[in-house]
């Protein structure tokens, strides 16, 4: 099971950190994606961390203000989203790659997915 939590409402500017707490598997054995879907658009991926290694993709959008990390003793990937924008707003979603792909910004790379968080920018 994965349940994100941490979204809320937050100004222009502002700070969340999302947490994606996995049971039933170890997270540091998958990749763990981070998408989000705004009403109306198709979802997309924000970022994500591979298994073994920890490598990390970050969407173009993102890249410099959201920082991935894993905690293996807690079994959580985090999203620190600093410097938050009014397009940031959606709903976020975490998720998880089959055990033997690295992970990747594509939704059809993820087979296993837990429930949104909703994010909202406002000013």
């Known amino acids: 099971q994965l349940q994100a939590s941490g979204g809320g409402l937050v100004q222009p500017g502002g700070s969340l950190r999302l947490s994606c707490a996995a049971s039933g598997f170890t997270v540091d054995s998958y990749g763990i994606g981070w998408f989000r879907q705004a009403p109306g658009r198709e979802r997309e991926g924000v970022s994500c961390?591979?298994?073994?290694?920890?490598?990390?993709y970050y969407s173009d959008s993102v890249k410099g203000r959201f920082t991935i990390s894993r905690d293996n003793a807690k079994n959580t990937v985090y999203l620190q989203m600093n410097s938050l924008k009014p397009e940031d707003t959606a709903v976020y979603y975490c998720?998880?790659?089959?055990?033997?792909?690295?992970?990747?910004?594509?939704?059809?790379?993820?087979?296993?997915w837990g429930q949104g968080t909703q994010v909202t920018v406002f000013s």
């Open positions: 961390i591979s298994q073994g290694d920890g490598g990390l």
């Open positions: 998720a998880r790659t089959p055990s033997s792909y690295r992970c990747s910004g594509a939704v059809a790379r993820y087979n296993y």
